[in-house]
């Protein structure tokens, strides 16, 4: 080798190489590897990254696309009865019209504040040619449910005791009066196809069947063949009619009962049973009537036979909204505002608030036109201990009497519960 240049003979062939530059590409080629990996890992970190910000976007963007909580403000309202003097001196005999909104005029904001609003008619709307009467076979004039639509009613429970007053002539007829009004229907059909379709209302977004079943029609027999006209208090039918209202996708099922002892303050051990059945089997709020007076309420949480829990309430009878009756405690009801939610991230319901308002129906006494006035009867307590109203020291004093009866009943308003946080303890 000389110098830099280096000799070789191969194959008999002399070679100089120049060592120098040899060097020197080598190293030239050694670090375009070292750039070439040193990219690729940069190239491959960067996407690396990108991938991560991609992913945390994507999770955010699931996050944003939860669903959101639904709220429902459901109203109930207890027996809408129609005696004689209930519709005789809601009379008007210059117009020759019946006109009931004066009986409502105090209460019409408590009924009508609700998403949805339901009541039990118990009476009939067969029609004019069949004659008007009281007890014991009820036809009322259809303007009462004319007053009902007006202050907010949006359904009624036809399935009670009262339903078959005027046969089944009478049934269909109060049907086709009530879709005239535009108030909807459960608990009595006009065929067996319509009784298979359960009554389902969407809410706020909330899918809500609304069921009623009924003890008996006080005697009066169901025309063999048309079953359908009722909805009696039996098992299989209720639990064929809870499957129905499932098949339709709903979120919550209302059930509509009247049952019970005419004027005891207390469910019976039967309305309990049947209120375990109709909790057990997927119904979430039941609304009792039939005893005139007003029975318990309570919100309970229960665990189903798949192992799921779920919040259920039932009120077991909120007595009379309007009638003409004179027993004790008969004149005593209240309007039922329940807020109702369904969560967005678990399509769970929850029963968050119950609250009431009590009423009390003021009998102003024979002779007077609309004889027969719904009285608020915390504000109008109120008004009085104010000096302002006008109501007598008499009423005062009853209505005080009668706030007390319907609070020991029914009992303080459920409130919504707060999850307590959970508690740490520090390591030591």
């Not at 530059?21 to 670090?31: D, E």
């Not at 009281?134 to 009462?144: Q, V």
């Not at 639509?149 to 046969?167: F, Q, R, Y």
């Not at 065929?191 to 009066?220: C, H, M, P, R």
């Amino acid at each position: 080798m000389k110098g830099s240049i280096l000799e070789m003979k191969i194959n008999g062939k002399k070679y100089k190489i120049n060592v120098k530059k040899m060097i020197t590409s080598i190293m030239i080629l050694i670090a375009i590897i070292c750039l070439a990996i040193f990219g690729a890992t940069k190239l491959v970190t960067k996407n690396s990254e990108q991938n991560e910000e991609t992913s945390v976007a994507t999770s955010s963007k699931i996050e944003t696309t939860v669903k959101e909580d639904k709220h429902v403000n459901l109203v109930a309202i207890g027996d809408v009865m129609c005696h004689n003097t209930n519709y005789q001196t809601a009379y008007n005999s210059s117009t020759k019209t019946y006109d009931f909104m004066p009986a409502f005029k105090n209460i019409a904001q408590y009924v009508g504040k609700g998403d949805i609003t339901i009541g039990n008619l118990e009476t009939t709307f067969a029609g004019a040619d069949r004659g008007y009467s009281g007890y014991p076979t009820f036809n009322s004039p259809e303007a009462l449910g004319e007053a009902l639509k007006e202050i907010g009613v949006d359904i009624v429970s036809t399935a009670n005791n009262h339903c078959m007053d005027k046969g089944a002539k009478g049934v269909v007829a109060t049907l086709d009066n009530l879709d005239k009004i535009g108030i909807s229907h459960t608990g009595t059909y006009r065929s067996k196809e319509e009784q298979d379709t359960v009554l389902v209302k969407e809410v706020n977004g909330l899918k809500i069947a609304f069921l009623s079943f009924t003890y008996g029609t006080n005697g009066i027999p169901i025309p063999n063949g048309q079953e359908y006209l009722v909805n009696l208090i039996d098992e299989s039918l209720i639990l064929e009619q809870i499957e129905l209202a499932k098949k339709q996708n709903v979120d919550l099922i209302c059930a509509s009962m009247h049952w019970g002892i005419e004027y005891a303050q207390k469910q019976n051990k039967e309305q309990e049973k049947l209120a375990d059945l109709l909790f057990q089997n997927g119904v979430d709020i039941i609304i009792g009537n039939h005893a005139h007076v007003i029975e318990p309420m309570e919100k309970r949480n229960i665990t189903l036979p798949d192992g799921t829990e779920k919040e259920v309430f039932v009120v077991y009878a909120l007595g009379n909204f309007i009638s003409a009756q004179t027993k004790q405690h008969t004149r005593d009801t209240a309007i039922l505002d329940m807020k109702i939610t369904q969560s967005g991230a678990t399509g769970k319901i929850s029963i968050d608030e119950v609250d009431y308002t009590p009423v009390y129906c003021y009998d102003k006494g024979k002779g007077v036109y609309n004889r027969y006035e719904l009285v608020d009867i915390r504000t109008s307590m109120k008004e009085y201990e104010e000096g302002k109203g006008n109501i007598s020291a008499s009423l005062y004093n009853t209505l005080k009497s009668e706030l007390a009866d319907i609070e020991k009943v029914l009992g303080d308003p459920i409130k919504k519960t707060e999850a307590k946080p959970q508690e740490t303890s520090e390591e030591v």
